[in-house]
């Protein structure tokens, strides 16, 4: 079984930071694309930031110059340094990954369980 565990979630005043970060652990033989989406209250899950398994990063135009997104590839773990935080980014936050469990296997797309971010004004 794979698990996706998600940590660094927290309150924090608007222009604050907050360090995010994503493990994978269970069989897993490689892990392709991870990243983080969100969800605020109310509102559809949004995609924030990816990026491969060569480092290359994508990220939402609404986070673009405020969140970076980094890759330990020998712990297959990833981290989302967010800065200057503002209420709007308040929402849980959802990490992926693309797993693929064994060599004979398909990748299979995971989600953590989430960790909140609150931004207060």
């Known amino acids: 079984q794979v698990q996706l565990v998600e940590s660094g979630g927290g309150l924090v005043q608007s222009g604050g930071s907050l360090r995010l970060s994503c493990a994978p652990s269970?069989?897993?033989?490689?892990?392709?694309?991870m990243g983080w989406y969100r969800q605020a209250p109310g509102k559809q899950r949004e995609f924030v930031a990816r990026?491969?398994?060569?480092?290359?990063?994508t990220y939402a135009d609404s986070v673009k110059a405020r969140f970076t997104l980094s890759r330990d590839s020998a712990r297959n773990t990833v981290h989302l340094q967010t800065n200057g935080l503002k209420p709007e980014d308040t929402a849980v936050y959802y990490c992926?990954?693309?797993?693929?469990?064994?060599?004979?296997?398909?990748?299979?797309?995971?989600w953590g369980q989430g960790t909140q971010v609150l931004v207060s004004s």
């Open positions: 990026i491969t398994a060569d480092g290359s990063t």
């Open positions: 992926y990954g693309i797993v693929q469990k064994s060599r004979s296997s398909r990748p299979e797309h995971y």
């Open positions: 269970g069989s897993i033989f490689s892990i392709y694309d």
